[in-house]
């Protein structure tokens, strides 16, 4: 479909760090017709408000950004939660969508999805060909049946119903508590935090988890929003599509460079008693190119950002239990 700047577009888990992105891109692009309902006005795991809300609403195009999302400890610590409501979150919007005739629907999962062990970087053509990392293999399954069950839509109906795949992200409007958030925003309020509280003229040491020898690759939310925008307005023609800058990091470089943007000077512990996760996780963004699109803002310049919102609206996060 050709989307006009009045289609109805219901973007799912728009309060949330990527929905918020894809929102303010959409507006300023000039979409005009943007539906959003807090997880408090429509839970999204309950099948039966989900229908009255597609009824009513009458969506042309779906993007699902809604999900149960958390860094590495929250998705080992609460396995049900983040296999079971992302699986009903998204086969609600998704059966929904379909049932109501919705033209175009965009999920978004997870770079997860791809074996542990895969070789790098990783291509589409990956997906179920070896077993997961463990401590997300919850989250990842429910992703990964989101996908196929977008795929078999795709297959059978002849829908445009695809997949992105986004890497680790970060920007504003992430999740800054340190039990339940990525790597990236929790190493800026750390770090930021222990710049803070100096002990005798000396800066405080800040704990990080695992090794530190993991390899990440990270993307600004920003240009993941540009990249939703371009999946929206451009017939790709395929199921699923890595979305990432096609380059990574170790850990402890990424400690580095935000020891540097923050300005932190004391020492770093690594905490080898919490999980590293799986080795590395470098997508092959070589079908997006193609198609078109490229990430634009680099790693170093996005935490800048994302550390000018942080200093902005800390505040917000002082009632956060640590
Ligand atoms: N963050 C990352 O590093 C990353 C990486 C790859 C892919 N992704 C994908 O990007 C998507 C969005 O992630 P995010 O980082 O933006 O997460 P987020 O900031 O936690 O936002 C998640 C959103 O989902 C909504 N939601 C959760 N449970 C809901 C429910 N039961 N009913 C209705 N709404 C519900 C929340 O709504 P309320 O705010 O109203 O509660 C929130 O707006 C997810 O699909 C995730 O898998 C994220
Ligand atoms: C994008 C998401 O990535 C998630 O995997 P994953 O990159 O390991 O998740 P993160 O939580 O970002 O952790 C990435 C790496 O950073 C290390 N790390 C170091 N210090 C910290 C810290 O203070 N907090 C956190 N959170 N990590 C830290 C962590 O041990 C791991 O090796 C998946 O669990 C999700 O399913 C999802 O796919």
């Given at each position: 479909m050709n989307p006009k700047l009045n289609t109805r577009i219901y973007i799912a888990g728009h309060r949330g760090m990527v929905g918020s992105a894809i929102w303010r891109a959409l507006e300023a692009k000039g979409y005009s017709n943007l539906i959003g309902t807090s997880s408090s006005e429509l839970d999204l795991r309950n099948q039966a408000a989900v229908h009255d809300f597609f009824t009513n609403e009458k969506p042309e195009v779906v993007i699902d950004?809604?999900?149960r999302v958390g860094g590495i400890l929250a998705n080992a610590s609460f396995p049900y939660q983040f296999l079971m409501e992302n699986m009903q979150i998204q086969n609600n919007l998704i059966d929904e969508a379909l049932k109501l005739d919705v033209q175009k629907f965009i999920f978004?999962?997870?770079?997860c999805i791809y074996p542990k062990l895969a070789p790098q970087p990783l291509k589409e053509d990956y997906l179920l060909t070896g077993p997961l990392e463990p401590t997300n293999e919850w989250y990842?399954?429910?992703k990964i049946t989101g996908v196929k069950t977008c795929e078999a839509i795709r297959k059978q109906f002849g829908k445009?119903?695809?997949s992105l795949m986004p890497t680790n992200l970060y920007g504003p409007f992430?999740?800054?508590?340190?039990?339940?958030?990525?790597v990236l925003p929790a190493m800026i309020r750390k770090l930021h935090e222990a710049k803070q509280s100096t002990v005798d003229g000396q800066q405080s040491t800040v704990t990080l988890w695992g090794t530190g020898s993991p390899m990440r690759e990270f993307l600004f939310v920003e240009d993941l929003a540009e990249a939703v925008i371009f999946a929206l307005e451009n017939n790709l023609g395929d199921n699923l599509y890595n979305v990432g800058t096609g380059e990574d990091l170790s850990i402890k470089d990424l400690a580095l460079l935000i020891q540097k943007i923050v300005g932190h000077t004391g020492e770093i512990i690594w905490d080898s008693s919490k999980p590293d996760g799986t080795p590395r996780k470098l997508m092959d963004v070589s079908k997006m190119t193609?198609?078109?699109?490229k990430a634009k803002t680099g790693l170093e310049e996005g935490i800048r950002k994302t550390y000018a919102w942080f200093l902005k609206n800390q505040e917000n996060f002082k009632e956060v239990k640590i």
């Amino acid at each position: 479909m050709n989307p006009k700047l009045n289609t109805r577009i219901y973007i799912a888990g728009h309060r949330g760090m990527v929905g918020s992105a894809i929102w303010r891109a959409l507006e300023a692009k000039g979409y005009s017709n943007l539906i959003g309902t807090s997880s408090s006005e429509l839970d999204l795991r309950n099948q039966a408000a989900v229908h009255d809300f597609f009824t009513n609403e009458k969506p042309e195009v779906v993007i699902d950004a809604a999900a149960r999302v958390g860094g590495i400890l929250a998705n080992a610590s609460f396995p049900y939660q983040f296999l079971m409501e992302n699986m009903q979150i998204q086969n609600n919007l998704i059966d929904e969508a379909l049932k109501l005739d919705v033209q175009k629907f965009i999920f978004l999962g997870s770079s997860c999805i791809y074996p542990k062990l895969a070789p790098q970087p990783l291509k589409e053509d990956y997906l179920l060909t070896g077993p997961l990392e463990p401590t997300n293999e919850w989250y990842a399954v429910a992703k990964i049946t989101g996908v196929k069950t977008c795929e078999a839509i795709r297959k059978q109906f002849g829908k445009d119903f695809s997949s992105l795949m986004p890497t680790n992200l970060y920007g504003p409007f992430d999740n800054f508590d340190l039990n339940t958030s990525h790597v990236l925003p929790a190493m800026i309020r750390k770090l930021h935090e222990a710049k803070q509280s100096t002990v005798d003229g000396q800066q405080s040491t800040v704990t990080l988890w695992g090794t530190g020898s993991p390899m990440r690759e990270f993307l600004f939310v920003e240009d993941l929003a540009e990249a939703v925008i371009f999946a929206l307005e451009n017939n790709l023609g395929d199921n699923l599509y890595n979305v990432g800058t096609g380059e990574d990091l170790s850990i402890k470089d990424l400690a580095l460079l935000i020891q540097k943007i923050v300005g932190h000077t004391g020492e770093i512990i690594w905490d080898s008693s919490k999980p590293d996760g799986t080795p590395r996780k470098l997508m092959d963004v070589s079908k997006m190119t193609q198609a078109g699109w490229k990430a634009k803002t680099g790693l170093e310049e996005g935490i800048r950002k994302t550390y000018a919102w942080f200093l902005k609206n800390q505040e917000n996060f002082k009632e956060v239990k640590i």
